[in-house]
């Protein structure tokens, strides 16, 4: 069984982080991690991480509200119970854009907040950073 | 990728002062961790006064109706609906702020874009009173959700702007507290990782998810954050047109206008930021903040006023000249006759309304007005007294003498209990602001240390030296070292 | 309620002979007749339940009377049933305070030895009595003087008529045989003599049939604006001392006496052209006087006979018997009194203390007598100054009758056993004239003997009313003429300002002043509720430096003036109103009653009787001489409708006058037309593809409703028949204040005048508005909880329950006919104790009257009453056209046209509502939009909203012709019309259209 040794280490400046990454993983080390206080662009892909599909999973959960919308209000004012409402048809789409729309961006937003919460694993629950530093100055 | 290239000399700095990172830390993190001063206390106090004032005056209202309220068999809505819109209207500048501006990659929302959102959330917090505690029977509010329910398949009116407006005002509400909360895990875990005190641990760890600032971490919170700031982008012009189409789907002359959406938004993003405004140029003072909220930050705000109050003002002109040019009567006769005329029992708020919104504010053609802080705090109150007037012009002048002359109102008055209420939401308002002011970072911290190499003070000096290798030609060594 | 337990149980004939046919929870209809002083409706009681809770009108073919309308005050009558203030035992009074007796035997025997130890005469002091069996047992009464006395006196009238030769009678006025009308100064559609039978005459000469349009000429001389004078084609001002002069100078006109002088030169000319009017129309014309001067009503009976109105529309074959009082002889019985030579006085119906012009000399005269009885329903002012006080049935607890015109009767019969211990008055009256019998056993023996046997009594007591054949008349004897004019011109010109009573529609003489219902129907003309005041015209503000509007005045308080007359002075807000004689100042009697007669009556406006002045003869309803001063404060007065000129929207109102109807028959289809033209323009003429939507079907019945302008009076009846139908809450005067009232039917009322000279009145346009029941209803789409919608029978209905009260549907009625119930005015809250707020929107004492457990029995059970909170309005009685289909489909038939009527249709005393299936091409309101195509619209056509209610324009009989540049453009199409297909106007009953471009593009 092999053992697995991680090593750490910590920069005061992303300037000098880059190269410190790129030579690592030049190296041939696999580079578990690096903690940063504050997103630096490129660093995912100088790390080798592919792109999140978070974007992609936003998009289902929206096209999820809009069809929910859609489908509920259809089915509830034209199946259900058709009620005549200032004589509009009881299929009267042009009202129901408004609902659909908030649907949409509602079931999106909180699709992914939710799912970014799962796969980042947070939660509310206390949790040290073994480098209090970390989320201030250090890389 | 642009991470390492400096911004054009020409643009002033967004953070004074000779700054590194952990200063940065320091410097917010000190009225989050140091007890809160004289002038805290005295204003949280008068907050909560205000609010207690505004729970005494609705409880009177649901004890008693809302007869308790001066509103009268022909202006149905008075004050409580002009507030909401006012409130909603506020609530827009911050997600304008933090989600627009992201869009638009507007290095410097964020010295303000945390306040701004927070005051974003505690706005819509006190619109949603309005339409709440307005209510004939609030105990039986429930009934405007879709649920199954024992009365058979009965459900709601989905063709009513009113109940757009239940999903709009709840998903925008929804949507920027996940977005204000997103922003504020890494702030919080700093302050967490800060915290020396065993409570403040407990308080800030569990509040920071257990955020580590890990890469991976960053990307899919960058992406999130782009992603909610695109949906915020159509939510908040969604939400104030929907707010508008309380008004412009009815019958009512002066209320039934296709311009409304535009002239709602516009509105609510010119009082909006003179609500941040406010609260700015109190909060740098209070805590401190002179060199992150800077007279760029105020002068750029201004510009924005400005160009809203314009925006508003052109609609205002466009209402009047489609009430002359219809030969519409009744548009005509709610314009020329219940706002334009000043003879006329509410003609005064029509003219304070154009005073306050599209007079005043044109003061800000001129740089000097733009970077006075006394101008600006007074302007901001100015345009918010203003907005608050277009409301009322709007909601009041409009229904209180429309179609049939016999049903032409009385004098219509708030009472003190109407008075109390919307005194009761600055009391929520400002209570939540404090609050917030206390115990989270007012400035977002990860944010403004992402842009401190590009815009602080010195490190803009610093722009002849250059990066070494690019970061993009490292990239795609690494691209073609996998094939 | 204990008290009623004692009563012994007498049973009414439907109930007793039909028990089988009683099911609970199903309404009976009883005949009885509404009577209050003179006044007499016959009338229909609906018992729900053992309790009465609605008036109709008696509708029976036979009845030839009133015809089936009913007034306000007659469909108020049923909640002073239910009176919490009610004298509720016999009293007897000890010490200044009252005590209860425990039995009627008691009472009668103590009454008997205070009779006998009295000594003296007796005298029996009533209102005018119209009841034949009531009289007879008074004639029985040995040694009783019976001395009549009217609150507002009709005794100049009988006098003059008793010097003409007719006896001391009135005569029947027949409005519907009249072409020409001319009333000086007599309100007779609102309070004068029988206005309930007379608005129906009326309203007959005044419909329109638009194939041969002809309508009668209304031409009113008045001091004030009445309500009858806002109906007038053409109306003339004048002080009211100077009424005797306009007679004469008419009678001039005609040639029958020589002409005084009439400063007036507006005056003057309308006086040649009323004459010329009445000469051209002899014997198709009358001429009423609301005057109580004998010598003034002996001229104008001259001017009837001149013109041939004997015979013709004044009838002597049937006189009337509603008004009885002489005013000498209750001076002469007041004289009596205060010589101490009356030992006893019964006191039935009359309150002098309270109504008469020198109350203080009554009441004073009043002490004098030795024993004092009062029968009063109520503790009046009084019968707090009698010694025993023994309380009479309400009239629906009573056995009776009432002959209002020689040879028609009317029948009352109880509709509910007595709920407290209380006696008819006749059977007191049999008891102490020494005879065993009760009424109930002398008033069946009386009619049974008269009517031969017990099954034809029945049938009179089932039906209410039996027609007898009518009398011989009498004949016109002129002799009178010459005096009466010379007593005329020696009259002195008054001077100063002048100040005229008159009775409101609601309150009438103050009888039924603790009535809420009643105190808060907004007057017909002012639209004020709760108080009376004095009405000024423009130019007497002006002078008294008061500065009002009388267009549009949005703040409640109204400067307050200080009325001296002589030693008399009173403190009274005014309200300015167009058409007022400039020197005339107008107050309303039957205001500041005494708190005893109930709560509700509290601070509620100011007794003006005693600025009633005697003339020797009879008492004048004016005085001169006045001097006003301005107060400098203000007093709230709680107006329902505070803006006056419908601001020429034409949308809302379509007036015209004949003249101009005649000659452009077809502006208003053409109009109408118009509007639809722009609308289909873009959609290739088809009305469907010019919506967004399409129109929903509605196949089956399809509720419509059509209201005749020209024949609505502004009476005001509909409205209480929708308060009681309804359960509509009374929200006191605070909240009228507020503008929180809950009229679910209210009339607009609109006065048409001139900008520059407010004081010119040209016209006055009722509009009854209540919910249009819109196809395209805009509160229906705003509602988010779906409260409010559509019935497939085109109502728009309201559920109560799922209300929420957000008040978006009121604010997007263009109509604003949706009430909102603000506070718990009908203690069905589930707040406990929530009606007694202190800071804000404190409650009324007529609301917690109106709560009482006793008032609440008047609620209609088939309707909700509302909570706190949420929005109301018409149902067009939905719960009647529910109950009348489900009779239809017991009986296995189709629902006929006219099963189905809402409250106020019934109620009109006008007919001017037509109510029914729209979709029936044979209903009544069918034929009425079709017939009526040429007047017929919808308010507020151009908003789409696609209202079921349609409006037939107000007519005014004048030569007038308003021409507008419609009319110019009508005439031109009309020439190119011939060849046109759409020359004829077709009537589009199930479709109103139109949408003016404007409103489509938005």
């Known amino acids: 069984m092999a053992v697995k040794k991680f090593i750490t280490g910590s920069f005061y400046d992303e300037e000098v982080l880059f190269p410190a990454v790129k030579k690592v993983r030049r190296a041939g080390y696999k580079i578990h991690d690096v903690f940063t206080p504050f997103p630096i662009h490129g660093l995912d892909s100088a790390m080798g991480l592919r792109d999140t599909s978070l974007h992609t999973a936003g998009f289902i959960y929206g096209i999820t509200g809009t069809a929910t919308a859609v489908g509920f209000i259809t089915w509830a004012l034209t199946v259900d119970w058709q009620i005549n409402f200032g004589g509009k048809p009881f299929f009267a789409l042009p009202a129901w854009i408004p609902i659909t729309f908030e649907l949409t961006v509602l079931f999106a937003a909180v699709g992914m907040v939710l799912t970014f919460c799962y796969l980042c694993q947070l939660a509310p629950f206390v949790k040290d950073h073994f480098n209090p530093r970390s989320t201030d100055d250090t890389f | 990728m642009s991470l390492l290239r400096y911004e054009s000399q020409v643009r002033p700095a967004l953070v004074e002062g000779d700054k590194d990172y952990h200063q940065v830390t320091e410097d917010i993190c000190r009225p989050v961790e140091a007890k809160p001063s004289k002038l805290w206390w005295i204003g949280f106090l008068i907050s909560v006064g205000l609010l207690i004032f505004g729970i005494i005056s609705v409880i009177m209202e649901i004890m008693y109706g809302v007869g308790q309220w001066n509103l009268n068999k022909t202006i149905g809505w008075g004050w409580d609906i002009t507030n909401f819109v006012w409130w909603v209207g506020i609530g827009h500048a911050g997600t304008l702020i933090s989600a627009i501006l992201l869009l638009f990659r507007q290095g410097w929302r964020t010295g303000v874009n945390r306040a701004a959102e927070a005051m974003t959330i505690f706005a819509v917090m006190c619109a949603g009173q309005f339409p709440i505690w307005h209510m004939g029977r609030v105990w039986d509010a429930f009934f405007v959700l879709p649920y199954p329910n024992t009365r058979g398949p009965l459900w709601v009116n989905f063709n009513s702007p009113l109940l757009w407006d239940v999903f709009a005002i709840s998903t925008y509400f929804t949507v920027s507290l996940l977005f204000w909360y997103s922003g504020l895990l890494p702030d919080l875990a700093t302050l967490r990782d800060r915290a020396k005190k065993k409570w403040r641990k407990m308080f800030y760890g569990v509040a920071s998810f257990g955020w580590t600032g890990s890469t991976k971490h960053w990307q899919r919170h960058e992406a999130l954050s782009l992603v909610l700031a695109g949906l915020a982008t159509p939510l908040v012009l969604s939400v104030h047109t929907i707010v508008s189409f309380d008004f412009a789907t009815s019958v009512v002359p002066g209320w039934h206008t296709t311009i409304f959406p535009p002239y709602f938004v516009a509105g609510a993003v010119f009082s909006g930021f003179a609500m941040v405004q406010t609260l700015l140029v109190i909060t740098r003072k209070v805590l401190g903040l002179e060199e992150y909220i800077t007279i760029e930050h105020i002068n750029v705000m201004n510009k924005v006023i400005v160009l809203t109050g314009s925006i508003v003002g052109i609609a205002y002109l466009t209402e009047l000249f489609m009430a002359w040019y219809s030969a519409q009567p009744y548009e005509n006769f709610a314009f020329f006759e219940n706002r334009l005329n000043l003879n006329s029992p509410y003609g005064w708020s029509y003219f304070i309304m154009m005073g306050c919104n599209v007079l005043s504010p044109q003061i800000f053609w001129f740089k000097k007005m733009r970077t006075n802080l006394t101008v600006t705090f007074f302007m901001s109150i100015l345009v918010n007294v203003g907005m608050w007037f277009e409301r009322f012009v709007i909601i009041v002048t409009s229904v209180y003498r429309d179609y049939l002359p016999s049903s032409w109102s009385t004098y219509y008055t708030p009472s003190i209990w109407e008075v109390g209420f919307y005194m009761g939401t600055f009391g929520l308002f400002f209570t939540c602001y404090f609050l917030f002011s206390k115990f989270f970072p007012v400035i977002a911290l990860a944010e403004i240390k992402h842009i401190l190499k590009r815009s602080g003070e010195n490190y803009k000096e610093k722009m002849d030296v250059i990066d070494k290798e690019s970061v993009d030609q490292f990239a795609e060594e690494q691209l073609h070292d996998h094939h | ?939 507020l056509e151009q908003l789409h909203v696609l209202p079921n209610v349609t409006y037939l324009a107000k007519v005014r009989n004048t030569d007038e012709l308003i021409e507008t540049e419609q009319h110019e453009e009508a005439d031109h199409s009309a020439a190119a019309e011939h060849d046109a297909s759409n020359g004829e106007h077709k009537a589009d009953s199930t479709l109103p259209s139109a949408v003016k471009p404007e409103e489509a593009q938005h």
Not at chain 3, 137 to 147: G, S, V
Not at chain 3, 541 to 561: H, M, S
């Open chain 3, 1 to 939: 309620m204990a008290a009623s337990c004692k009563i012994p149980v007498k049973k009414a004939i439907p109930y007793a002979n039909k028990p089988e046919n009683l099911v609970p929870g199903v309404a009976k209809f009883y005949a009885t007749t509404y009577v209050q002083d003179g006044d007499v409706v016959p009338v229909l009681a609906k018992v729900r339940d053992g309790r009465p809770i609605k008036i109709e009108g008696n509708k029976l073919e036979n009845n030839s009377f009133a015809q089936g309308g009913t007034s306000a005050r007659a469909q108020a009558s049923v909640l002073d049933l239910y009176d919490m203030y009610r004298a509720k035992f016999p009293l007897h009074k000890v010490k200044d305070k009252f005590e209860e007796v425990p039995t009627f035997e008691q009472f009668d025997k103590l009454v008997g030895d205070a009779m006998k130890a009295a000594g003296g005469s007796v005298v029996l002091l009533t209102s005018t009595i119209v009841s034949p069996s009531t009289k007879e047992i008074i004639a029985k009464f040995p040694n009783l003087k019976h001395i009549q006395y009217d609150a507002v006196s009709y005794s100049g009238m009988i006098l003059a008529n008793e010097a003409s030769g007719f006896g001391r009678k009135i005569p029947s006025y027949n409005f519907s045989a009249a072409k020409v009308i001319v009333s000086l100064g007599a309100d007779f559609l609102g309070t004068w003599l029988s206005p309930v039978e007379f608005a129906k005459g009326y309203s007959k000469g005044r419909k329109i049939d638009e194939k041969n349009p002809s309508m009668s000429k209304h031409y009113h001389f008045e001091g004030h604006l009445s309500m009858t004078g806002s109906n007038a084609d053409e109306r003339f001002t004048h002080r009211p001392s100077e009424t005797g002069a306009v007679a004469v100078a008419l009678l001039a006109e005609l040639g029958g006496a020589t002409a005084p002088s009439i400063a007036d030169a507006k005056l003057a000319a309308g006086i040649k052209k009323v004459a010329a009017d009445l000469k051209a129309n002899t014997g198709a014309a009358m001429v009423v006087s609301g005057s109580n001067d004998k010598n003034i009503q002996i001229i104008v009976n001259a001017i009837n006979n001149v013109i041939g109105a004997y015979g013709t529309t004044i009838d002597w074959t049937r006189p009337v018997n509603y008004r009885q009082g002489i005013d000498s002889e209750f001076a002469q019985l007041v004289a009596d009194m205060e010589a101490g030579s009356i030992g006893t006085i019964m006191i039935h119906g009359a309150n002098p203390a309270y109504n008469h012009y020198d109350a203080d000399k009554f009441k004073a005269a009043l002490k004098k007598v030795k024993l004092r009885v009062s029968f009063s329903e109520k503790m009046d002012e009084t019968a707090e100054l009698c010694e025993y006080v023994i309380p009479n049935h309400h009239y629906l607890e009573s056995w009776g009758d009432a002959e209002p015109k020689a040879g028609i009767i009317s029948f009352q019969q109880p509709t509910i056993y007595p709920l407290f211990k209380t006696r008819p008055f006749q059977t007191s009256l049999l008891r102490w004239a020494g005879d065993t019998k009760d009424y109930e056993t002398y008033f069946k023996e009386y009619w049974i003997g008269k009517l031969g046997d017990e099954n034809a009594f029945n049938t009179a007591l089932q039906n209410g009313v039996i027609e007898n054949a009518a009398g011989g008349g009498a004949s016109y004897g002129g002799g009178a003429t010459a005096a009466a004019e010379s007593a005329i011109a020696a009259y002195k010109k008054g001077t100063g300002t002048e100040v005229v009573l008159y009775e409101k529609v609601s309150i009438g003489t103050g009888a039924q002043a603790g009535n809420p219902w009643l105190q808060e129907l907004p007057d017909s003309v002012t639209k004020a509720t709760w108080d009376n005041y004095a009405l000024l015209s423009m130019a007497k503000a002006k002078e008294l430096g008061i500065k009002l509007n009388t267009d549009y005045e949005y703040y409640p308080g109204k400067p307050v003036i200080k009325v001296t007359i002589g030693k008399k002075e009173i403190e009274i807000p005014i309200l300015v109103l167009p058409g007022m004689n400039a020197d005339t100042i107008a107050i309303a009697v039957g205001y500041g009653r005494n708190e005893s007669i109930g709560k509700t009556v509290a601070g509620v406006g100011v007794n003006v009787y005693p600025l009633a002045t005697f003339n020797g003869t009879t008492v004048d309803n004016f005085a001169t001489g006045a001097t006003l001063e301005n107060l400098h404060k203000k007093q709230k007065i709680a107006q329902t409708q505070i803006h006056n000129s419908y601001e020429d929207r034409k949308e809302v109102v379509r007036e015209t006058t004949l003249a101009t109807f005649k000659k452009h028959p077809n502006v208003i289809p053409e109009w109408r037309d118009e509007l639809r033209d722009a609308f289909y323009q873009n959609a290739n003429k088809d009305f469907r593809q010019a919506t967004l939507y399409p129109q929903h079907d509605q196949p089956g019945i399809k509720w419509g409703m059509s209201i005749d302008m020209n024949s609505c009076n502004g009476c005001n009846a509909c409205v209480i028949a929708c308060h009681a139908e309804n359960n509509v809450p009374v929200v006191g005067k605070s909240e009228v204040l507020r503008y929180h009232d809950m009229h679910w039917l209210r009339i607009d009322r609109y006065f048409i005048s001139d900008h520059e000279n407010p004081d010119e009145l040209k016209g006055v346009v009722f509009q009854p508005m209540m919910c249009q029941h819109c196809d395209n209803a805009p509160c229906e789409n705003v509602c988010p909880v779906a409260a409010t919608n559509h019935s497939s029978e085109g109502i728009n209905q309201m559920a109560y329950n799922r209300c929420i009260g957000t008040r978006y549907c009121a604010n997007n009625c263009p109509f604003k006919v949706r009430r909102f119930n603000w506070a718990d005015y009908t203690g069905a809250d589930s707040f406990p104790n929530n009606q007694d707020q202190q800071l804000v929107g404190k409650l009324d004492p007529a609301i917690f009257q109106m709560n009482d457990d006793l008032t609440r029995m008047v609620l209609n059970p088939d309707v909700t009453v509302r909570s706190r909170g949420v929005m109301e309005k018409c149902s067009f009685c939905v719960q009647k056209l529910q109950a009348a289909k489900l009779d239809a489909k017991k009986e296995n038939r189709i629902l006929n046209d006219g099963d189905a009527q809402t409250a106020c249709q019934t109620a009109c005393p006008t007919d001017a509502i037509v109510f029914g299936n729209a979709n029936d091409k044979n209903s009544a309101i069918s034929k009425v939009r079709v017939d009526n195509h040429q007047r017929g619209f919808y308010v």
